[in-house]
T-cell receptor
Framework: DGGITQSPKYLFRKEGQNVTLSCEQN?????MYWYRQDPGQGLRLIYY???????QKGDIAEGYSVSREKKESFPLTVTSAQKNPTAFYLC????????????????FGSGTRLTVV | AQSVTQLDSQVPVFEEAPVELRCNYS??????LFWYVQYPNQGLQLLLK??????LVKGINGFEAEFNKSQTSFHLRKPSVHISDTAEYFC???????????????FGQGTILTVHP
């Protein structure tokens, strides 16, 4: 079955350490997204990529970095510059809305919970 | 720019009672609308979506929503809830309806539905 795989499910980070969250999809979707979820704040967009080797900052990109070397993969690195990284991180993918397909919509992974220790 | 307001942060109901979760949006362009459900420590699952056509949309688990363009609303309803419907529900809007973009999804703050026996 097609879907999005996020790993690990739980991740612990020490102060000053960079960590990388994995996101892999086998849906053949062009676009991929990273969201951060905090209680009572909904989902906030960190970065998104519409095509391989290209990505754009979302609303809260500071302290994060991404790469898109393959269509299937969109890893997120939480750097030491991110002062409050404890959160639930969600990866998603989609086909372009401009395709006017009835299949348009975001598919989400199961998330990674990051905790600073 | 677009925004989504979910009017209730928490909605408690008794089992077998009807429920309505309210969602209003603002956007300067035509939109697509979505409702997602999230169970604890899981990703988001699509409940239903409005892309075009009938403004009354039926989704999974007996949920339905009505798109009201004049009131810029997309309220979610279920005539009789079950304990298993206890979860957090997110309304989202995409700016992709114009057919020229990939479509950026903006989420509301979420509504926690708690179903009591």
């Amino acid at each position: 079955d097609g879907g999005i795989t996020q790993s690990p499910k739980y991740l612990f980070r020490k102060e000053g350490q960079n960590v990388t969250l994995s996101c892999e999809q086998n849906l053949n979707h062009d676009a991929m997204y990273w969201y951060r979820q905090d209680p009572g704040q909904g989902l906030r967009l960190i970065y998104y990529s519409q095509i391989v080797n290209d990505f754009q900052k979302g609303d809260i990109a500071e302290g994060y970095s991404v790469s898109r070397e393959k269509k299937e993969s969109f890893p997120l690195t939480v750097t030491s510059a991110q002062k409050n990284p404890t959160a639930f991180y969600l990866c998603a993918s989609s086909i372009p809305a401009r395709d006017l397909s009835p299949n348009y919509g975001y598919t989400f992974g199961s998330g990674t919970r990051l905790t600073v220790v | 720019a677009q925004s989504v307001t979910q009017l209730d942060s928490q909605v408690p109901v008794f089992e077998e009672a009807p429920v309505e979760l309210r969602c209003n949006y603002s956007s300067s362009v035509s939109v697509y609308l979505f409702w997602y459900v999230q169970y604890p420590n899981q990703g988001l699952q699509l409940l239903l979506k409005y892309l075009s056509g009938s403004t009354l949309v039926k989704g999974i688990n007996g949920f339905e929503a009505e798109f009201n363009k004049s009131q810029t609303s997309f309220h979610l309803r279920k005539p009789s809830v079950h304990i298993s419907d206890t979860a957090e529900y997110f309304c989202a809007v995409s700016d992709g309806a114009g057919g020229t973009s990939y479509g950026k999804l903006t989420f509301g703050q979420g509504t926690i539905l708690t179903v009591h026996p």
